[in-house]
């Protein structure tokens, strides 16, 4: 458990599978007044993991899996898009300045902080993003009283689905963190699960009715949950429309993750340094000294023969001058 200010993250991990767990650390980033309250801001938790692959992907895939949570308080209000696409950029910067060794990879080039998100096999990005809808209340209110008139007919449940989704769509058409995302502005390459629930923001407290103070704010997805689509398949994702003891409703998915290692690059091309003079000059030398070396040894051999000789020659005529003397 990891505070900072209201923001909370909790991580839990089943003990059967405790003993895979190989690296866990904590770092958090604060984006509020001067980058220093901690009102706004965010937290991330890096985790590494051995990887299930299979005997024949021994050498071939990556031994463990990189994992990075993050849950966020961005900037508020309708019109501060811009102030919470900044402090996505601000979190995944100083995240990725404060990520253990061997997190991130020099290969994954980029604007500070795309390296990180690169690196990373599985990330889940949460929290009060604070994104809003584009549209008047009155259009918003209208077309939310018609899901409901429909998801309480008593017409055909496949048909409700459809027509439900359509007006849903018709909102989402405007929201904020789906343009963003669309226009590459921030969150590059996440995704989120499809939306069935109604806006999770505002209510008034402990009522099922939106704001109905005198700054009747515009209801909207303010709460969501995003992840790296690859190896990643959504189970669930819904909001908990009974809880109603904040302005928000909370919102929860459950989603499988692949633990099978990365596939490791086997394109390596051996680098060949071709010869310089330096290197043709000093082979030159040794190749003289070798045959100098071998005619002096050539000219040993041949005195050590020659002086051979000599004595055998010798020792032969002392043989003969004692036979005669005999």
Not at 131 to 150: A, C, S, V, W
Not at 291 to 315: F, L
Request: charged content about 30%.
């Amino acid at each position: 458990l990891h505070s900072l200010g209201g923001v909370q993250l909790l991580l839990s991990c089943k003990r059967s599978i405790l003993h895979e767990v190989e690296h866990v650390s904590v770092a958090d980033v604060a984006c509020g007044v001067g980058n220093v309250f901690h009102n706004k801001g965010a937290i991330g938790a890096f985790v590494r993991m051995k990887a299930r692959n299979d005997d024949d992907a021994v050498g071939t895939r990556s031994k463990s899996i990189k994992m990075l949570f993050v849950v966020s308080h961005l900037a508020a209000h309708v019109k501060h898009v811009d102030a919470r696409n900044a402090d996505y950029w601000r979190i995944t910067s100083e995240l990725e300045a404060q990520a253990p060794p061997q997190f991130v990879d020099e290969s994954n080039k980029g604007s500070a902080g795309e390296a990180l998100m690169k690196s990373m096999d599985h990330i889940i990005f949460c929290g009060d993003l604070n994104y809003r809808i584009d549209l008047p209340r009155e259009i918003t209110e209208r077309t939310l009283r018609e899901i409901e008139y429909i998801q309480a007919s008593n017409c055909n449940e496949t048909w409700k689905k459809q027509q439900a989704a359509e007006l849903r769509l018709s909102l989402l058409r405007h929201d904020q963190l789906l343009l963003t995302m669309s226009e590459g502005e921030a969150f590059p390459g996440l995704s989120e699960g499809e939306i069935s629930f109604p806006p999770t923001f505002k209510f008034d407290k402990g009522s099922r009715e939106y704001d109905t103070s005198h700054k009747q704010r515009i209801p909207a997805w303010t709460d969501r949950i995003l992840f790296k689509p690859n190896g990643a398949q959504v189970l669930e994702y819904d909001c908990v429309q009974d809880a109603l003891h904040s302005d928000h409703r909370p919102v929860y998915a459950s989603l499988i993750l692949s633990l099978v290692g990365k596939e490791r690059s086997t394109n390596l091309t051996k680098r060949v340094i071709p010869p310089t003079r330096g290197h043709t000059s000093i082979k030159r030398k040794r190749v003289r000294r070798v045959k100098r070396n071998a005619s002096k040894i050539k000219s040993i051999q041949q005195k050590q023969s020659v002086s051979s000789s000599k004595t055998k020659k010798k020792k032969m005529k002392k043989k003969k001058k004692k036979k005669r003397s005999e």
